[in-house]
């Protein structure tokens, strides 16, 4: 398993967000989480890519104890082997598409003539060569959505976090931007965890779970459980 919950408990003052939540992700795999609004997902996501510290529980990624690590630590794996996709906001609007997709890379100390070819490559992947010079402000949903997943990728993550990730697109264009991000992520071997509700998006994914009040369950064995139940 790449990333291991177990028994994550966090609350937001007197509402609790987790409650025991726990859940396995092997390398390689897309992983949709799904369920209702309030439910805790965002908040099992924030706890996953050590953004958030779970109050009691733990979190594993690679063999490594992620929540009682150092801010320190955890900040420079957050850097190097996650990538994150957010609704919307993750870009620098200010700045052009390549600049956006360079970032992360200068901020690593790539050298910036790297940083910069690198940037095209996955821009181009991406469908947007001919956009590296816009402002992000300037761009569509889809193309600055697809900016932020050139962003996320450029500095081969080992897992991409994804909260809602074309919940600000209409679907068509939500579902292309999914192709592609599965796509690329399954040509580089990226573990992918998504947050969506977007049947249609997790329709992407190898797996589905569902976050129930703070808890995680897999749909499928709940239908096992109840085929065999009826029986
Ligand atoms: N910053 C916060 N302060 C107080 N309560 C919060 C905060 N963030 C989340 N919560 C509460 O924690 C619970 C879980 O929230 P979370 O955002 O994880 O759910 P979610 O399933 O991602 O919801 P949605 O699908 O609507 O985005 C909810 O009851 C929510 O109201």
């Not at 109050?55 to 690679?62: A, I, L, P």
């Not at 996320?152 to 292309?176: C, I, N, Y």
Request: hydrophobic share 40%.
């Amino acid at each position: 398993m790449i990333i291991e919950a177990r028994e994550l408990s966090r609350a937001y003052g007197r509402t609790p967000a987790l409650r025991e939540a726990g859940l396995s992700v092997a390398a390689g795999e897309i992983v949709a989480v799904m369920g209702p609004s309030g439910s805790g997902k965002s908040t099992l996501l924030h706890c996953l890519a050590g953004i958030f510290t779970p109050d009691s529980g733990e979190v594993w990624f690679r063999g490594r104890r992620l929540d009682t690590m150092s801010d320190a630590r955890r900040t420079e794996l957050r850097r190097t082997a996650f990538g994150f996709v957010f609704q919307f906001g993750q870009l620098v609007p200010e700045l052009t598409a390549a600049d956006n997709v360079a970032l992360p890379m200068l901020l690593g100390r790539t050298r910036r003539r790297d940083a910069y070819r690198r940037a095209g490559e996955w821009l181009e992947r991406l469908g947007l060569g001919e956009l590296g010079g816009r402002r992000t402000s300037e761009l569509s949903g889809g193309q600055a959505q697809r900016v932020a997943i050139a962003r996320a990728l450029v500095t081969g993550p080992r897992v991409l976090f994804a909260d809602e990730p074309t919940g600000a697109l209409d679907s068509l264009t939500g579902e292309h931007v999914m192709e592609l991000l599965v796509g690329l992520a399954r040509e580089e071997g990226t573990t992918v965890i998504v947050v969506t509700h977007d049947a249609r998006v997790a329709s992407f994914a190898d797996r589905e779970v569902i976050v129930r009040d703070g808890r995680v369950t897999d749909p499928f064995a709940e239908q096992r459980e109840s085929s065999g139940a009826a029986r």
